[in-house]
């Protein structure tokens, strides 16, 4: 059985799960100013470099919002463990995961020889 999960811990995974919520918010409001921008200069025929330039930062913004969503659903998955009774032990081969571990990376799902494991294959 897992160690039980201290309350600091939890609440450093809502405040986590709270921070990446905001800054989705926050990047949905940029992707609309930047669409909105988007329009405007596609408009004038004489501006496509600047447009495909936008276009890019656009990109990026669909990357980061994508790593944010990744990034919320880990934290709300490892909240889920924590009421399963399940949190720090490691989803792919069962074992414990370290203490310092779980301190430095609160939602880590895996070891650190699974993670390791996974990225290089
Ligand atoms: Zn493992």
Redesign the pocket.
Known sequence: MPAPVSKQQIEKLEAIREKLKHDLVRLEEDVETAQQELAQEANKDDRIAEVAAMAVGRELDMSLESNIRLLLERVEDALEAIKAGNYGV?K??G?KIPEERLEALPYAA??V??QRRRETH
Do not use: A, T
């Open positions: 490691c792919s081969c074992k895996m070891c020889e699974c």
